[in-house]
């Protein structure tokens, strides 16, 4: 992996509020919870959210998430498009 990629750690956090609403701590080490926060994040996050994902975890996941049909075809062909 790129050593200068910025990627979410695999520990809990306390994610912003724009982000995650429902609880206070979110367990990156677990798949189910980094999926749900990743998805939140592809939502609803900011630039400085977005910068933090590793967007080759993003392209393996995005077709798992369940987001909205606009977001997933925004960022399906944003994805793409980086290796055109």
Do not use: C
């Amino acid at each position: 992996m790129d050593a200068h990629k910025n990627t979410l750690p695999h520990y809990k956090i306390s994610p912003p509020r724009h982000i995650v609403w429902s609880t206070d701590i979110v367990d990156l080490s677990n798949p189910f919870e980094r999926k749900q926060y990743i998805q939140q994040v592809l939502t609803h996050g900011r630039a400085e959210d977005i910068k933090k994902l590793d967007l080759d975890e993003v392209a393996q996941l995005l077709d798992e998430l369940n987001l909205p049909k606009d977001v997933r075809i925004l960022w399906k062909a944003f994805l793409e498009s980086r290796h055109a």
